[in-house]
């Protein structure tokens, strides 16, 4: 008799093999007659399954660089199933679909695939009740939000780091006579973005840095662990959302999760609209964190305007998914990237050290230029969230802001899509455009951002040129979120730590939700960053 993982991949293969065949003989058809994208240069397939996948959402992936360098800014590439799409860095073409978010919405399949697993929220909403929902939810995100919170993320910072120097303090490591430890950092601004996220956005107490037995904590990360469309039955059921009812281990667990996410979250809201009733009618929602902004918000609007609890839960999803993933990755990055360049971990340093006390507020915080350029440059080489993914509503006309060379020898100067075409913005790429940001494009450089190329100011961006956060009405809406808590981070830990890394392992990606670091060799390991600390010698 099989056993129940057999049993689970018996049933995975089976519905891949007959999915993928009906979807081959219906896609192959009508791309036959009908894709303008076929007339668009562009690599190869290596896999009639995944496409082009692989590379698309890797880590400064080379290949990507040649092909960029070959086709240009607009080309084709292979999505999954055979299909192909249009990755775009060109631009006035991403600005373009990004500022046109009704006729270039995210495609049904992901969506379902998020709302199935975090509910309804803005993650999954689209035109009318996507600009609904931003409305209510926008003042939990402001910038008087930010200062406010900012005394709780500071918190937070310092807990980890005084948990590191506790772990020094006992190392028997030593490299020339000073106490050294290796620690993966990954795992530990995975627990600590939980934490900022649970106190500043819910004023909940995971605990994570100090305690892995939180029930809320562990559903989140069990539902989070495994949602990626780069693993067979991720991609299936993103396509065919019948398969999460199939009596699978996987799906047995993800169901569990979503319980208790719902069932704590539904406290959550219930506690908060209790204490304001229970203070007396007028009153509003005690509390600074944001899920409190938003309750007090959303009692404010009247009839078709207000969310309802439902939702509420769905952007409590969110908040955790947006608010934890993309945040704990770009910390990882941020100190890879200063490992790996003392010399400008020891100006950034500098900056820290000058502030006369251990907590800042925001501003004194926005205050310091070579930690906000240092952050700039993280998130513009390693943008968490690599791609955004849109298909077109009808068919309509892409203008470019560079022409382009077509197979057939033409030039052309903008993109004919038809209905239901697929459109990847490529943030990674859009960031290290040479004809945009200079020769040492693929180069971490901070310093770049005291005076940028007059191309860059061309990028569309929530923040700093970047494309990182995308851009237009349905860019992040919590990106001074992550920019808080990105610099709170770095500000706490580089006054108490020095950093470095082995020159020996060689460091990649690994695309779960986000791209987070691994070590090339030691897949096994997953998202894996080991970085040597030492305690920074006055």
Not at 484 to 502: H, N, P, S, T, V
Request: hydrophobic residues 40%; contains cysteine; glycine residues 6%.
């Amino acid at each position: 008799m099989l056993s129940t993982d057999n049993n689970e991949m018996a049933i995975v293969w089976l519905a891949a093999f007959g999915s993928s065949y009906v979807i081959y003989k219906a896609v192959s058809g009508y791309l036959a007659v009908s894709s303008t994208l076929h007339t668009l240069r562009g690599p190869d397939s290596p896999s009639w399954l995944l496409g082009n996948a692989h590379v698309t959402r890797a880590y400064r992936n080379r290949t990507l660089e040649d092909w960029m360098r070959e086709y240009g800014s607009v080309f084709a590439i292979h999505s999954f199933f055979g299909t192909k799409a249009l990755l775009v860095s060109d631009t006035k073409a991403a600005s373009f679909v990004l500022n046109h978010p009704n006729e270039f919405p995210k495609p049904k399949n992901l969506v379902n695939a998020a709302r199935n697993t975090f509910g309804d929220g803005l993650l999954t909403a689209e035109g009318f009740e996507h600009k609904r929902q931003r409305k209510v939810i926008n003042p939990a995100f402001s910038v008087a939000a930010m200062r406010d919170i900012t005394p709780i993320v500071m918190q937070v910072a310092h807990e980890l780091r005084d948990v590191w120097k506790q772990q020094l303090s006992t190392s028997t490591s030593f490299s020339e006579g000073i106490q050294q430890q290796e620690i993966d950092v990954v795992s530990w601004f995975s627990k600590t973005a939980l934490d900022m996220i649970g106190l500043a956005g819910f004023g909940y107490k995971f605990n994570a840095i100090h305690d892995s037995s939180n029930e809320l904590a562990k559903a989140f990360y069990d539902l989070t662990k495994n949602f990626s469309i780069i693993t067979l039955m991720g991609l299936l059921t993103t396509f065919f959302p019948v398969l999460r009812y199939l009596p699978t281990a996987s799906n047995k667990a993800n169901n569990g999760s979503m319980a208790v996410m719902k069932r704590v979250g539904s406290q959550m809201v219930s506690d908060k609209k209790a204490e304001a009733e229970r203070l007396g009618e007028g009153s509003e929602v005690p509390g600074k964190d944001l899920l409190s902004i938003l309750i007090r918000a959303n009692m404010k609007e009247n009839g078709a305007e207000k969310l309802d609890d439902e939702t509420l839960l769905g952007e409590i999803s969110t908040f955790l998914l947006a608010g934890h993933e993309t945040t704990a990755t770009a910390m990882s990055w941020g100190l890879y990237w200063l490992a790996k360049a003392p010399s400008l971990q020891s100006k950034l340093r500098e900056e820290v050290l000058a502030v006369p006390n251990d907590s800042p507020s925001m501003d004194e915080l926005n205050s310091l230029p070579y930690l906000n350029n240092v952050v700039k440059e993280l998130l513009r080489l390693t943008p968490p969230i690599p791609t955004g993914r849109r298909i077109a509503a009808l068919d309509t006309v892409i203008p470019l802001a560079q022409s382009v060379i077509d197979k057939n020898g033409k030039e052309i100067n903008e993109i004919f899509v038809r209905r239901g075409e697929d459109i990847m913005i490529h943030t990674f790429a859009s960031n290290t455009t040479p004809d945009i940001w200079g020769p040492d494009a693929f180069e971490f450089r901070p310093e770049r951002f005291d005076k940028l190329p007059e191309a860059v100011s061309e990028v569309p961006s929530m923040y700093g040129n970047l494309s990182t956060f995308l851009a237009g009405p349905k860019g992040c809406i919590g990106f001074r979120v992550a920019l808080l808590e990105i610099k709170a981070m770095l500000f706490a830990l580089i006054r108490a730590f020095e950093f470095d890394i082995d020159p020996m392992l060689e460091i990649t990606g690994k695309f779960v939700i986000a791209l987070k670091p691994s070590v090339k060799g030691q897949e096994e390991k997953g998202a894996y960053l080991p970085l040597r600390i030492s305690l920074y010698q006055r």
